[in-house]
């Protein structure tokens, strides 16, 4: 089956400072990405929709300024937590959409911010 | 907007038992729909797609339906093992008025299977 990485599998910065999150699909090509947000006991929460090429469509509510979308090639999406806080802290979460329109998601990435 | 539950909310059962978790979602306009199991700390595997054409699919024990006019899903699981312990997700694939496709995740069910 398709496999997505992420990386890092945790991360544990210091406030003010940037983190960046890459996610990859690995043995298919996805002109699209989606980026999730998960608090403890609680579902995923979509932050934006990045797409191969082009800008990041983020979701109401989301701070596009403070997370950065990069989508710059078909195997590869980064998000860049800008001046973090540690109201930061969470589970992120990619995930990838194969031409069949199923997603495959990466592991997930705990950021704790101190 | 689009809203996604799940019922219930957590499940204990025995071990062998046959269980049904239901997914329910408000707008019957979907693309289709997912379910996914999540183990703590970890990320999401796919277990079934079922598109908006399509009424089951089934996988070993696994088997889901999908009733886009009640706006209801559910996922079968037969014989239940200890190793089925996981929150399960449903989402549904939507595009809205603007914007491009997007998935919209049920509130999970957490399920424990035991000994």
């Known amino acids: 089956g398709a496999v997505v990485s992420q990386h890092p599998s945790w991360v544990i910065c210091k406030s003010g400072t940037s983190v960046k999150i890459e996610c990859r699909s690995l043995d298919f090509q996805a002109t699209t990405m989606f980026w999730y947000r998960q608090f403890p006991k609680q579902s995923l929460m979509l932050m934006a929709t990045?797409?191969?090429?082009?800008?990041?469509?983020?979701e109401q509510g989301v701070e596009k300024d403070k997370f950065l979308i990069n989508h710059a090639s078909l195997t590869l999406s980064t998000l860049t937590v800008t001046s973090a806080h540690p109201e930061d802290s969470s589970f992120y979460i990619c995930s990838a959409l194969s031409r069949g329109y199923e997603q495959y998601f990466g592991p997930g990435t705990r950021l704790t911010v101190t | 907007k689009q809203e996604v539950t799940q019922i219930p909310a957590a499940l204990s059962v025995p071990e062998g038992e046959n269980l049904v978790l239901n997914c329910s979602f408000t707008d019957s306009a979907i693309y289709n729909l997912q379910w996914f199991r999540q183990d703590p700390g970890k990320g999401l595997t796919s277990l079934l797609l079922?598109?908006?054409?399509?009424r089951e699919q089934t996988s070993g024990r696994l088997n889901a339906s999908l009733d886009k006019s009640s706006g209801r899903s559910t996922l079968y699981i037969a014989a239940s093992q200890p190793g089925d312990s996981a929150t399960y997700l449903c989402?549904?694939?939507?595009?809205?008025?603007?914007?491009?496709?997007?998935?919209?995740f049920g509130t999970g069910t957490r399920l424990k299977v035991l000994a």
């Open positions: 079922i598109q908006s054409s399509q």
């Open positions: 990045s797409n191969e090429g082009s800008k990041a469509t983020y």
């Open positions: 989402a549904v694939r939507i595009r809205p008025t603007s914007g491009t496709y997007k998935y919209i």
